[in-house]
C-alpha cells in the first residue's frame, strides 16, 4: 500500500546533538513535502515544505530538509538541537487533495 | 487573534452520546479539514471541505457528520459515541491545493468512558 514511513519511532539526544529525523514515501509522481512539529501539548506547526526547486529546502528554527527523488526520501535535519525541539515531528506528503502523514517521530532532547 | 480555534479543548462524555465539536478559522481560507490523532499519535484526514462542499470522505463511519454553515465553519457531529472514537480530533485550514501549508486548530481531546 502506498504511505508515509517514519523509520524512526523515538530519539533521544543531548543538546547541541546532530538531528537526523528519516522520511520515506511510496507514491510515485509529483508530490508535495511537508514536515510539521507538534510541540507538547500544543497544535500542528509547519517547519518546512518543499514543491520544486532547489532539493534542499531551510525552514525554522535552524531545520532543514532534504528531497531526493531516487530514493522517495525527504529526511528533516538540524546541525544542533536544543532543548526546546523536543516535540513529535510528523512527515506527510500531500496527494489526490489530501495530505498523508507519517507515523510520526517523537525527539527527547536531554540539556 | 486565534487563526484556527476549537471548542471545546476537552470533551468527557459515555458511550452512545451524540457529541459535537466546532471549528472556526479566521484566515479567509477556502478549505477545512478535519483530522483523528490516535492515542499513538497517528493523524489521519477524516473529511475536507472547500467552499463548504464536501471533498474528502475518508470512509469515516457515517456516525460522523461535517457540517459547513460557511467557508469559515467546519462543526463534527458525532452520532452514538463508542469507546474506539476517543482522540484529538484537529481542524485544519488551508487555500486551495496541496501547495499551501494547513493551519491547525489546538485540538480537542475526546475522551468516551
Known amino acids: 500500500a502506498q504511505s508515509v514511513s517514519q523509520h524512526n519511532h523515538h530519539v533521544i539526544l543531548s543538546e547541541a546533538a546532530s538531528l537526523e529525523l528519516g522520511c520515506n514515501y511510496s507514491?510515485?509522481?509529483?508530490?508535495?513535502l511537508f514536515w510539521y512539529v507538534q510541540y507538547p501539548g500544543q497544535h500542528l506547526q509547519l517547519l518546512l515544505k518543499y514543491f520544486s526547486g532547489d532539493p534542499l529546502v531551510k525552514g525554522i528554527k535552524g531545520f532543514e530538509a532534504e528531497f531526493i527523488k531516487s530514493k522517495f526520501s525527504f529526511n528533516l535535519r538540524k546541525p544542533s538541537v536544543q532543548w526546546s525541539d523536543t516535540a513529535e515531528y510528523f512527515c506527510?506528503?500531500?496527494?489526490?487533495?489530501?495530505?498523508?502523514f507519517g507515523t510520526g517521530t517523537r525527539l527527547q532532547v536531554f540539556p | 487573534d486565534t487563526a484556527v480555534s476549537q471548542t471545546p479543548k476537552y470533551l468527557v462524555t459515555q458511550m452512545g452520546n451524540d457529541k459535537s465539536i466546532k471549528c472556526e478559522q479566521n484566515?479567509?481560507?477556502?478549505?477545512m479539514y478535519w483530522y483523528k490523532q490516535d492515542s499513538k499519535k497517528f493523524l489521519k484526514i477524516m473529511f475536507s471541505?472547500?467552499?463548504?462542499?464536501?471533498?474528502i470522505n475518508e470512509t469515516v463511519p457515517n456516525r460522523f457528520s461535517p457540517k459547513s454553515p460557511d467557508k469559515a465553519h467546519l462543526n463534527l457531529h458525532i452520532n452514538s459515541l463508542e469507546l474506539g472514537d476517543s482522540a484529538v480530533y484537529f481542524c485544519?485550514?488551508?487555500?486551495?491545493?496541496?501547495?499551501?501549508?494547513?493551519?491547525f486548530g489546538p485540538g480537542t481531546r475526546l475522551t468516551v468512558t
Open positions: 471541505y472547500n467552499n463548504k462542499e464536501l471533498i
Open positions: 507514491y510515485g509522481g509529483t508530490v508535495n
Open positions: 506527510a506528503v500531500w496527494k489526490t487533495d489530501k495530505l498523508i
Open positions: 485544519a485550514s488551508s487555500q486551495v491545493g496541496g501547495a499551501y501549508e494547513q493551519y
Open positions: 484566515l479567509g481560507h477556502d478549505t
